[in-house]
């Protein structure tokens, strides 16, 4: 079964500071994973995905097979960041299965 | 990006009525659409998933006959609520994918469709 974990409900970080969203993964085969932001009152949308190893708006995700981990990093966050993030996997033809999700809060 | 349009934003309805959500590619052919809930400070949650001309895949749980899924064309889907009650009252967010172009397989997301059921 597919299934992903984000531990953090709530996430408060000071302006500046480094942050790092947690998410863990279990799956069976070799999944690809997302990072979906929710600003206030917009559309989910897609952050960033492994595959692609880029970098958006500063954040970072490296997929550690291990740890069956792919946190979100930034290291200075902006109060622009404040949102609710979705790591998210998806393991061939399948859909989209959502972790709970962590609330950012970034204080001035 | 591709845009996927919802329709629409925001429904209120009397308890025992169905109500009908609109879910539209713009701009790309959506060869699969998912129907997803999500309760407040929740997560999202698949109800089905639909290719076009096909019968809808329902997730466990999911009342196939309580949420009717039609995917008659490639740029439209729609999710009727049969028989509203206040508990189906929720987030109902549709989602998009194509199987060509340069965005294969990703997901688009729609606005949501907010619905309260008194």
Not at chain 1, 8 to 20: D, I, N, R, T
């Amino acid at each position: 079964a597919q299934r992903v974990t984000q531990p953090e409900k709530l996430l408060s970080v000071f302006k500046g500071a480094p942050v790092e969203l947690k998410c863990n993964y279990s799956y069976s085969g070799s999944p690809e994973l997302f990072w979906y932001v929710q600003y206030s009152r917009q559309r989910l949308q897609l952050l960033l995905r492994h595959i692609s190893r880029e970098s958006i708006k500063g954040f970072t995700a490296d997929l550690n097979k291990g740890e069956t981990s792919f946190h979100l990093k930034k290291p200075f966050a902006q109060e622009e960041d404040s949102a609710m993030y979705y790591c998210a996997l998806k393991g061939g033809n399948t859909p989209l299965v959502f972790g709970k999700g962590t609330r950012l809060s970034v204080i001035a | 990006g591709a845009v996927v349009s919802q329709h629409p934003s925001r429904v209120i309805c009397k308890s025992g009525t169905s109500v009908k959500i609109e879910c539209r590619s713009l701009d790309f052919q959506a060869t699969t659409m998912f129907w997803y809930r999500q309760f407040p400070k929740q997560s999202l949650m698949l109800m089905a998933t639909s290719n076009e001309g096909s019968k809808a895949t329902y997730e466990q749980g999911v009342e196939k006959d309580k949420f009717l899924i039609n995917h008659a064309s490639l740029t439209l889907s729609t999710l009727t609520v049969t028989s509203a009650h206040p508990e189906d009252s929720s987030f109902y967010i549709c989602s998009a994918s194509s199987k060509s172009g340069p965005s294969y397989n990703e997901q688009f997301f729609g606005p949501g469709t907010r619905l309260t059921v008194l």
